[in-house]
């Protein structure tokens, strides 16, 4: 029991063990396709991005590079 717990008299509850993720389903080669030349325009033109997609991943809110959909360079004005 943490002490705002105990001042206030109610137990914290302790922490759900994390779920089993089901594995991802199995993409169309048109989405291999797309998944690769994502991946590849990404680590061409924004390389910082690579470690934080893979950090996203690894934390369960991404499941890998399928959910990078949209890689598109605005062209700046000058």
Partial sequence: MNPYASIKG??????TAAKATTPARALSDAEIERVAENRAFVRENMP??????????????????????????????S
């Fill in 48 to 77: 910082e991005l690579v470690d934080f997609i893979r950090d996203l991943h690894a934390n369960g809110l991404i499941d890998g590079w399928r959910a990078v959909t949209n890689c598109t360079m605005n062209e700046r004005e």
């Fill in 10 to 15: 109610r137990a914290t509850a302790p922490a």
